[in-house]
């Protein structure tokens, strides 16, 4: 189960926290995966990403965060995923 760490909200409609995931231990490392949640909606409707932030590495040496990076969603995916929800709530609205 995740545990949260940091978490804020933008107006009424968006939430952003970032979660830790369950540490793994390689040899005498521990790797624990870090995410953002950002959140769009309600609690009876809404849209949840989750992006990979970084890898938290502890060892003895010390605490290191590795970032991850890459993984983008294209801004017309992103815009569509927003849009085409509210358009079918419409659509379903006016028909019933």
């Given amino acids: ?20 995931g369950e540490p793994w231990r ?5 790797l624990t995966p870090v995410v953002k949640s950002i959140s769009v909606g309600s609690g009876r409707w809404g849209i949840r990403w989750l992006r990979p932030a ?10 290191r965060e590795i ?5 983008d969603i294209p801004w017309p995916v992103l815009i569509a995923a927003l849009v085409a929800p509210i358009a079918l709530s419409l659509l379903i609205r006016r028909r019933g």
């Avoid at 189960?1 to 830790?20: H, N, Q």
């Avoid at 390689?26 to 521990?30: S, V």
């Avoid at 970084?54 to 040496?61: D, K, Y």
């Fill in 1 to 20: 189960m995740p545990s949260e760490g940091s978490s804020f909200r933008i107006g009424r409609w968006l939430t952003v926290r970032t979660l830790e």
């Fill in 26 to 30: 390689i040899g005498e490392r521990e």
């Fill in 54 to 63: 970084v890898v938290r590495e502890a060892s003895e040496e010390g605490v």
């Fill in 67 to 71: 970032p991850i990076r890459g993984i």
